[in-house]
């Protein structure tokens, strides 16, 4: 149980073009889900927190209207990348946080590699 | 605010030898703790946690962990690993008011015959 989906798992964009990246939780109701960015050989660095139905809460220095995320329903949340620009190539992650009785946990999507020519 | 610190950015190991992959985390509050492991490409799956009880944290893959909260630390050991455990491993703490995950920088577990 707790599975999350991620498409695509790779995507190569021309610079200045959008993308979007779709984040679904599968088997059960995500009303927070959060967006990360990793660099090669390096951590995840958390971008922002989704949240159902409001606004998401950005992380200092990401640039929200550079990095749009909607949260419109309980198990969809998609992070699109505006006007990508080859410093924008990376691999993002979601996830998702569930709770079943005493079982707190994120689990994550597979993730998204991003290439910006 | 949490913070966790992975000492070794890799940790080169023969197969079938164990392994400790160190993880100290610093915070002012209760926390939880978490290990991930990701594999090239791919996002994080989770080896084990830490949230309330035994201190000593068994996982999936032979992997296990223990809570030690005078020294906050919570190192990953495997009594015995495989060439397939070759992979990024990280540790990751939350505040038990259940907000974000702050994870360490990684340690790259490198398993040769």
């Known amino acids: 149980g707790a599975v999350v989906s991620q498409h695509p798992s790779r995507v190569i964009c021309k610079s200045g073009t959008s993308v979007k990246i779709e984040c679904r939780s599968l088997?059960?109701?995500?009303?927070?889900m959060f967006w990360y960015r990793q660099f090669p050989k390096q951590s995840l660095m958390l971008m922002a927190t989704s949240n159902e139905g409001s606004k998401a809460t950005y992380e200092q220095g990401v640039e929200k209207d550079k990095f749009l995320i909607n949260h419109a329903s309980l198990t969809l949340s998609t992070l699109t990348v505006t006007s990508a620009h080859p410093e924008d190539s990376s691999f993002y992650i979601c996830?998702?946080?569930?709770?079943?009785?005493?079982?707190?946990?994120?689990?994550f999507g597979s993730g998204t590699r991003l290439t910006v020519v | 605010a949490q913070s966790v610190t992975q000492l070794d950015s890799q940790v080169p190991v023969f197969e079938e030898a164990p392994v400790e992959l160190r993880c100290n985390y610093s915070s002012s509050v209760s926390v939880y703790l978490f290990w991930y492991v990701q594999y090239p490409n791919q996002g994080l799956q989770l080896l084990l946690k830490?949230?309330?009880?035994?201190?000593l944290v068994k996982g999936i893959n032979g992997f296990e962990a223990e809570f030690n909260k005078s020294q906050t630390s919570f190192h990953l050991r495997k009594p015995s690993v495989h060439i397939s455990d070759t992979a990024e491993y990280f540790c990751a703490v939350m505040n038990t008011g259940f907000q974000k995950l702050v994870f360490g920088t990684g340690t790259r577990l490198l398993v040769s015959p």
């Open positions: 830490y949230l309330s009880g035994s201190t």
């Open positions: 088997d059960f109701q995500a009303t927070t």
């Open positions: 996830s998702a946080r569930h709770s079943r009785g005493t079982n707190y946990g994120y689990t």
